[in-house]
């Protein structure tokens, strides 16, 4: 498989705005978000098994996971988080691994996982990238952009890895504290950077 930078970053910090930048340079996008949302359509791959472990109270009118109800047994239910994710992340790794084969003309691929770490993505990735910022700024910006309530968010985060954790484990980091010139800034240089040492790598 050809050379990958795993994305990850808190909620509201910034990696779909970043990942868009990454794109503009002409590298491919995979995002586990947007995959996971695609098994979880009707008719997905993750629906007969969900229904199977769950119920069909679990499946809404459409056949779709019904994601508000989903949520809400997940969050006060650890068994019951980790009998989903068990059904999904293999699914999901499975995806991301066939899109990135499948995107032989990209010099390297961005993967964007929110649960890099904690779901243990960074394996197979060559790199790691954190976009970071202030936690306040984090909030306003997940408020802003999602609808949720502030508590809403402030639980999100409380279930993500701390962020002084994440910015650790990370290899490269992006800061987005300023501006989206500063943000393009940074994507740029960092392209340049991956840009080299995807070339290295062969
Ligand atoms: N540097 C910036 N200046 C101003 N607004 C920004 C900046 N970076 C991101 N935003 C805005 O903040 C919001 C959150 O950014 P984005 O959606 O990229 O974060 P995310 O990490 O993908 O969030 P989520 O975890 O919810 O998927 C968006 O509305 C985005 O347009
Ligand atoms: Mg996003």
Redesign the pocket.
Known sequence: MSYSIGLA???????????ALFKECGVTVIDS?AISHQLTQPGGDAIAAICAAFGDKYIDASGALDRQKMRQLVFSDPAAKQRLEGILHPLIRAQMLAQAKAASTSPYMLMVV?LLFEAGYHELVQRTLV?D?AEATQVA??M???GLAEQEIRDIMAQQILRAERLRRADDIIQ?????Q??RQQVERSHQRYLALSAGSD
């Open positions: 970053g808190g909620i509201g910090s910034g990696k779909s705005t970043v990942a978000d929110p976009v910022c910006r997940a802003q952009r999602s987005n504290d300023g501006d989206l500063s943000l």
